[in-house]
């Protein structure tokens, strides 16, 4: 079921002639941006060329080529990072578009229509479309599922005053763990790749370090800090992932049934929040969107 912002989906309905115009307007604007976006990074790396070149009689060619090093190493994939961050969001509203449906998110009084695509709200004739909602993909709630008594010494002290009682996961809140098991446990083949380039050009980097040492060693540094950081990336999505399937196994979550958060839910395992108020926890949504929710797990 997809929810958005802790409701459910209601299904699709045609865009009004001001919404689609509020689209079009929008695309317009989410292609200026790429385009804007495409030239900043060749841009950061020439300027930092040229600074390079005109600081070099104070630092010294040395630190002239680190400096342009730098540039090459942050300014372009960072360009190259952020011009597809918009040409992605073009090309959603695009589809948006081309499909002229909002999907209606409804429950009680409150309703919200975003486009499926992009995921932004619609937010009324004439009124840009700047907000991106959290949609996705998740199990429906349990409902009113039996739940059985923890004992005292299975709850952390700090959670006493919540009391706290366990129901068994459904089959299709299982098969979502398992899903999310799997993404975070997908083989960083591109990260092995870049690593096995990056080893290479650090031993000929070691081999020219006589003519510039100092330059030489900054890439080295460059290239072992940025890989140590992905590969720790990586440890943690295994970790969280072993945690999960902890979860999975167990195949019950916690409930608290006193206090401020009465009716939140918890996997005992891994510690993350599983719904709340009877609606999917973020994490969720994001993590069926393809976001990268584990990160700061």
Not at 185 to 204: K, S
């Given at each position: 079921?997809?929810?958005?912002?802790?409701?459910?989906?209601?299904?699709?309905?045609?865009?009004?002639?001001?919404?689609?115009?509020?689209?079009?307007?929008?695309?317009?604007?989410?292609?200026?941006?790429?385009?804007?976006?495409?030239?900043?990074?060749?841009?950061?790396?020439?300027?930092?060329?040229?600074?390079?070149?005109?600081?070099?009689?104070?630092?010294?060619?040395?630190?002239?080529?680190?400096?342009?090093?730098?540039?090459?190493?942050?300014?372009?994939?960072?360009?190259?990072?952020?011009?597809?961050?918009?040409?992605?969001?073009?090309?959603?509203?695009?589809?948006?578009?081309?499909?002229?449906?909002?999907?209606?998110?409804?429950?009680?009084?409150?309703?919200?229509?975003?486009?499926?695509?992009?995921a932004l709200v619609l937010a009324g004739r004439g009124r840009?479309?700047?907000?991106?909602?959290?949609?996705?993909?998740?199990?429906?709630?349990?409902?009113?599922?039996?739940?059985?008594?923890?004992?005292?010494?299975?709850?952390?002290?700090?959670?006493?005053?919540?009391?706290?009682?366990?129901?068994?996961?459904?089959?299709?809140?299982?098969?979502?763990?398992?899903?999310?098991?799997?993404?975070?446990?997908?083989?960083?083949?591109?990260?092995?790749?870049?690593?096995?380039?990056?080893?290479?050009?650090?031993?000929?980097?070691?081999?020219?370090?006589?003519?510039?040492?100092?330059?030489?060693?900054?890439?080295?540094?460059?290239?072992?800090?940025?890989?140590?950081?992905?590969?720790?990336?990586?440890?943690?999505?295994?970790?969280?992932?072993?945690?999960?399937?902890?979860?999975?196994?167990?195949?019950?979550?916690?409930?608290?049934?006193?206090?401020?958060?009465?009716?939140?839910?918890?996997?005992?395992?891994?510690?993350?929040?599983?719904?709340?108020?009877?609606?999917?926890?973020?994490?969720?949504?994001?993590?069926?969107?393809?976001?990268?929710?584990?990160?700061?797990?």
């Open positions: 079921m997809r929810y958005c912002e802790g409701l459910p989906s209601q299904g699709t309905r045609p865009f009004t002639p001001g919404e689609r115009e509020d689209v079009m307007g929008a695309l317009r604007r989410a292609w200026g941006r790429f385009a804007l976006r495409l030239a900043a990074g060749p841009v950061a790396v020439a300027s930092g060329i040229a600074v390079a070149a005109s600081v070099e009689p104070w630092i010294g060619p040395a630190g002239a080529a680190a400096l342009v090093i730098l540039s090459l190493l942050l300014a372009l994939p960072a360009g190259v990072l952020w011009a597809r961050d918009a040409f992605g969001a073009a090309r959603a509203l695009s589809v948006d578009l081309g499909r002229g449906e909002a999907e209606v998110f409804a429950a009680g009084a409150r309703t919200i229509a975003v486009l499926p695509a992009s840009p479309l700047e907000r991106r909602a959290l949609v996705g993909d998740a199990a429906p709630p349990a409902g009113d599922a039996p739940g059985w008594a923890i004992p005292l010494s299975e709850i952390p002290e700090r959670l006493h005053h919540l009391a706290w009682e366990r129901r068994a996961l459904a089959a299709a809140e299982r098969e979502e763990i398992e899903r999310r098991i799997t993404d975070l446990r997908r083989p960083p083949i591109l990260l092995a790749a870049l690593t096995a380039l990056a080893a290479g050009g650090v031993l000929a980097t070691v081999e020219q370090a006589e003519r510039s040492p100092a330059a030489a060693a900054f890439r080295v540094v460059a290239w072992v800090a940025l890989l140590a950081l992905s590969w720790r990336r990586v440890w943690k999505a295994r970790s969280l992932g072993a945690r999960l399937e902890a979860d999975a196994r167990d195949g019950w979550v916690a409930r608290a049934t006193r206090g401020e958060a009465a009716g939140a839910e918890v996997l005992p395992a891994s510690g993350l929040p599983w719904s709340e108020a009877g609606a999917p926890s973020p994490w969720r949504l994001a993590a069926s969107a393809g976001r990268r929710w584990w990160r700061t797990r």
